[in-house]
Nanobody
């Protein structure tokens, strides 16, 4: 089993920055694809970004491209989401997720999830 624990959420003003962390433990693998998703109450979980654990190739939703950066630290088994130029529309619970090697924006294809961390951007 793979365990994922997010941290780093909080309250920030529009235009500010936050860095989310996702610490992985347990049955880690170099084949994993790590993703970040976000969800607002009453709406479906939305893809934000993903990175391949082995090569570090990154993928982004159009809504965050140029503002968010996903990267991983292999030595620390941690994936980060650096969020800059935050907007009120970025307010959501952010989840870290992993799957066995499929690069996809579909949350159904991710089998491992963290507990989520709240990000609130005030205007």
């Amino acid at each position: 089993q793979l365990q994922l624990v997010e941290s780093g959420g909080g309250l920030v003003q529009a235009g500010g920055s936050l860095r989310l962390s996702c610490a992985a433990s347990g049955r880690t693998s170099s084949n994993y694809v790590m993703g970040w998703f976000r969800q607002i109450p009453g709406k479906e979980r939305e893809f934000v970004a993903a990175v391949t654990w082995s090569g570090g190739t990154t993928y982004y939703a159009d809504s965050v491209k140029g503002r968010f950066t996903i990267f991983r630290d292999k030595a620390e088994n941690t994936v980060y989401l650096q969020m800059n130029s935050l907007k009120p529309a970025d307010t959501a619970v952010y989840y870290c997720a992993a799957n066995g090697g499929l690069v996809t924006t579909n949350p159904i294809r991710y089998g491992y999830w963290g507990q989520g961390t709240q990000v609130t951007v005030s205007s």
